[in-house]
T-cell receptor
């Protein structure tokens, strides 16, 4: 059965800290891995990763994929209170390109 | 502006009642989806539709029903058969056949509470 597992489930840090969120997956015929940020309602797209070892970067956020070990990490440096959210990892399988398999999410809380 | 509109934002239901959650999009996307989100469980797929008048069950379809009579609309009915319906419901749409991230858009969600 295809599944996506995120860790930790919850994380509390102070502003300025650096955090690493993990996403591991077991999906037949992997196509892509996506990261979303969900603050209150609709998840917003952060990154899509398809190739191993190529870092995607956007400001203080970065992400990388390891297709051999079947995991991805999302790094946030110099965290701010506005980074507080649930971060969702999702995998798109090759066999059904219109469905996403989501992980449980990591709830990040950043305190001043 | 193009997007997905879900209504209502908050919904209260008495046990034994059916309720219908609305999802409308003006993105001209063919594919639409319904997800359920519970604390600590991420998003789980309820139903999806890739074309008008056709839809498929997702991983947790029991106790739910959908229709897809128009391209723009994909309403979800939570029936009395759904034993634990209190959750946050998210609707999404995409362009089928293209990389998901290019056109996977979420609505703002409906929070359903059974009282």
């Amino acid at each position: 059965e295809d599944k996506v597992v995120q860790s930790p489930l919850s994380l509390v840090v102070h502003e300025g800290d650096t955090v690493t969120l993990n996403c591991s997956y077991e999906v037949t015929n992997f196509r892509s891995l996506l990261w979303y940020k969900q603050e209150k309602k609709a998840p917003t797209f952060l990154f899509m990763l398809t190739s191993s070892g190529i870092e995607k970067k956007s400001g203080r956020l970065s992400s990388i994929l390891d297709k051999k070990e079947l995991f991805s990490i999302l790094n946030i440096t110099a965290t701010q209170t506005g980074d507080s959210a649930v971060y969702l990892c999702a995998v798109e399988p090759e066999y059904n390109t219109d469905k996403l398999i989501f992980g449980t999410g990591t709830r990040l809380q950043v305190f001043p | 502006d193009g997007g997905i509109t879900q209504s209502p934002k908050y919904l209260f239901r008495k046990e034994g009642q059916n309720v219908t959650l609305s999802c409308e999009q003006n993105l001209n996307h063919d594919a639409m989806y319904w997800y359920r989100q519970d604390p600590g469980q991420g998003l789980r797929l309820i139903y999806y539709s890739q074309i008008v008048n056709d839809f498929q069950k997702g991983d947790i379809a029991e106790g739910y029903s959908v229709s897809r009579e128009k391209k723009e609309s994909f309403p979800l009915t939570v029936t009395s058969a759904q034993k634990n319906p209190t959750a946050f419901y998210l609707c999404a749409s995409s362009i089928p056949g293209s990389p998901v991230s290019y056109g996977y858009t979420f609505g703002s969600g409906t929070r359903l509470t059974v009282v």
